[in-house]
């Protein structure tokens, strides 16, 4: 049985003429009546009444007419799948990511994904995460990158890596002449803080409170807007934060000689790919993933040694 001859039989039903199905499917009028016949002798049925003009289908035909015409249904959309598939990698990709992410994340992988897909415009929005997830779920958008787990129910989360924190502070503080830092060696009144709009907020807090900590509150509020504005009032101000790790790259010597690692099992955010679920853009951001994965060193890959902090 081959999806040619269900075409053929679907044809017959619909014109019931051999001949004029045969004309519609470009085929000789023997060729056509000789597959409906092997049809008939692998099935061991007869499927038409041909004594009849014009031809109908008989009790049996006419069940298995009705269940090849939902086979080729499914058979097209197969070939539905496919073409939207290959058509994907000259489609439109709206990725947004959020702000404590994207100017340390994109430069690793933007190049090195423009070349290999030269077809596919890519716009890439910077979003806080509830903003994220709301154009995600209005559809505003086709994928992000943000911290997980969501507990969202209506997207898939595709973690991709592992993203250590560090302790960054002044020269002058304290704990600057530790080699690295426990938990119970934070203060979480005297970390400064990025806005609570961020995330990272929250997870920093979270943190610290790992270390059995409370907040009270402050003498004077630090709310940065930037990770960026966050290093300067720390080193204005001999103060000490907690900083995701992609952040540092870019740092001075100066700079780097302020970062501190945490003692093991260290903490670290679960960076993902975000998608709704059935969404059809599978190829492009499958594509994406590979090309962030394949961009950054494989110790951010895993969580060994380490544990995700809420988010």
Not at 24 to 50: A, D
Not at 170 to 180: C, E, G, Q, V, Y
């Amino acid at each position: 049985m081959t999806l040619t001859q269900l075409k053929y039989l679907i044809a017959v039903d619909t014109h019931r003429r051999f001949a004029t199905a045969a004309e519609v499917c470009y085929i000789s009028q023997p060729s056509l009546s000789m597959q409906i016949q092997k049809l008939e002798e692998e099935l061991e049925l007869t499927l038409f009444k041909r004594d009849h003009y014009p031809v109908v289908p008989t009790l049996a035909g006419e069940q298995i007419i009705q269940q090849a015409r939902v086979v080729l249904r499914e058979a097209e959309r197969i070939q539905k799948i496919a073409r939207r598939q290959k058509d994907q990698l000259k489609q439109h990709l709206r990725l947004a990511v959020i702000p404590t992410l994207a100017p340390y994340l994109l430069p690793f992988f933007i190049s090195g994904f423009s070349r290999e897909f030269p077809d596919v415009k890519l716009t890439i929005s910077e979003l806080p995460t509830d903003e994220l997830l709301d154009s995600l779920k209005r559809e505003q958008i086709d994928a992000g990158l943000m911290v997980t787990p969501s507990n969202e129910e209506h997207i898939e989360e595709h973690p991709l890596f592992y993203e250590s924190f560090v302790v960054y502070l002044s020269d002058d503080h304290p704990l600057s002449a530790n080699k690295d830092i426990g938990l119970k060696e934070l203060d979480l009144n005297e970390v400064m803080l990025i806005h609570d709009v961020h995330c990272l907020r929250s997870q920093v807090i979270n943190l610290c409170q790992d270390s059995g900590a409370e907040e009270v509150p402050r003498k004077i509020e630090y709310s940065a807007d930037s990770i960026e504005t966050l290093k300067r009032i720390v080193e204005m101000n001999d103060g000490i934060t907690v900083l995701p790790e992609l952040s540092t790259y870019d740092l001075t010597a100066a700079q780097t000689r302020r970062i501190r690692r945490f003692k093991e099992p260290s903490p670290v955010r679960e960076v993902s790919l975000v998608v709704n679920k059935g969404h059809l853009k599978t190829e492009l951001t499958d594509q994406l993933a590979k090309n962030i994965m394949e961009s950054l060193p494989d110790e951010m890959k895993t969580a060994e040694s380490s544990f995700v902090v809420d988010r």
